[in-house]
């Protein structure tokens, strides 16, 4: 059984920061990629950005620059650090997790982006 637990997210004002972490559980062989996936009020899930086992990463335009995204291969944990912030921002987040052939999602997590 894997588990996929986020913490963070919240509110922010325009221009502020939130940073997301995740966790990884369970009957675990290699985890890759990891990574963060956004669903926008109205809107389809998208790509926010996905790291490599071995450091890569990957991020959609409307992020890059502001975002960074960092993991711990021993921990298996991946986390998202969010600069910049812009009100379409605004989403419910969801941590992603390959392993080998199988996709896991989190929860999802509240991120709002207000003045």
């Known amino acids: 059984q894997v588990q996929v637990v986020e913490s963070g997210g919240g509110l922010a004002q325009p221009g502020g920061s939130l940073s997301l972490s995740c966790a990884v559980s369970?009957?675990?062989?290699?985890?890759?990629?990891m990574g963060w996936y956004r669903q926008p009020p109205g809107k389809q899930r998208e790509l926010v950005a996905t790291i490599t086992r071995g450091g890569s990463s990957n991020f959609v335009d409307s992020v890059k620059g502001r975002f960074t995204i960092s993991r711990d291969n021993a921990k298996n944990t991946v986390s998202l650090q969010m600069n910049k912030l812009k009100s379409e921002d605004t989403a419910v987040y969801y941590c992603?997790?390959?392993?080998?052939?199988?996709?896991?999602w989190g929860q999802g997590t509240q991120v709002t982006v207000s003045s």
């Open positions: 369970g009957n675990i062989f290699s985890i890759n990629p």
């Open positions: 992603y997790a390959r392993i080998i052939t199988r996709e896991y």
